[in-house]
């Protein structure tokens, strides 16, 4: 069975700095893809960044960038110069291609203070 | 190009009711996906429908939900004799192929009284 775990029910950061957000998965696939969503208070799921397991290179988009540790199943949210709209819940998730059926996570509520 | 569109964004259904949850996939999309969040957890996924086919339901509960996506016209989420345990956001999403990226619509919220 596919498995995420996000062990951090809640963070919070101060405006400018940078945060982590930790994730660890379980798969018995050989290739798959990992993802972290964005859910802000609108509800809207919003795809932040996406790894392909295949891939060695960390995903990068913007302030947002990823640790990807294959061998420990571990793949951290990295955002740098946090800002007050990064406020919301994030999940990470993992499928077994790019496509809808997703394993998500528990969340994450972060909060970006003034 | 609109985006993945559902509706109603509210729903209030007495229990013993019937809830339908409407679900337009993004244009060029036939593959479509439900997926229900329960209040403080993540989204858990439902069901996996191509145009006229139900591809994978084995997130579906076993009673009182189905789901279809005919040839023409949105995909349904049916939810009937609704309990209160029912309550929570149902959201949708569709992508072009099984395997390409899959966008999200806004949700339904689901309250039983």
């Known amino acids: 069975a596919q498995t995420v775990t996000q062990s951090q029910p809640e963070m919070s950061v101060q405006e400018a700095e940078t945060v982590t957000l930790s994730c660890t998965y379980d798969?018995?696939?050989?290739?798959?893809?990992l993802f972290w969503y964005k859910q802000p208070p609108s509800r809207q799921m919003i795809l932040v960044i996406r790894?392909?397991?295949?891939?060695?290179q960390n995903a990068t988009e913007n302030r947002f960038s990823v640790n990807f540790q294959k061998a420990a199943k571990s793949f951290s949210l990295k955002i740098s110069d946090s800002q007050l709209g990064d406020t919301a819940m994030y999940f990470c998730?993992?499928?077994?291609?790019?496509?809808?059926?997703?394993?998500f996570g528990q969340g994450t509520e972060l909060s970006v203070k003034p | 190009n609109a985006g993945v569109m559902q509706n109603p964004r509210h729903l209030v259904r007495r229990r013993g009711q019937e809830a339908r949850l409407r679900c337009s996939p993004m244009?060029?999309?036939?593959?479509v996906y439900w997926y229900r969040q329960l209040p403080e957890e993540g989204l858990k996924f439902m069901v996996y429908?191509?145009?006229?086919?139900?591809?994978?339901e084995s997130g579906m509960p076993k009673e009182r939900f189905s789901a279809e996506f005919p040839k023409e016209g949105p995909s349904i989420l049916r939810i009937q004799q609704v309990v209160r345990g029912d309550s929570a956001a149902y959201f949708c999403?569709?992508?072009?192929?099984?395997?390409?990226?899959?966008?999200f619509g806004q949700g339904t919220r689901l309250t039983v009284v």
């Open positions: 999403a569709s992508s072009e192929e099984m395997n390409t990226e899959a966008f």
């Open positions: 798969t018995s696939e050989s290739n798959y893809y």
């Open positions: 790894q392909e397991a295949y891939k060695q």
């Open positions: 998730a993992l499928s077994g291609n790019q496509g809808g059926k997703l394993i």
């Open positions: 244009k060029g999309h036939s593959h």
């Open positions: 429908l191509q145009k006229e086919n139900i591809i994978d």
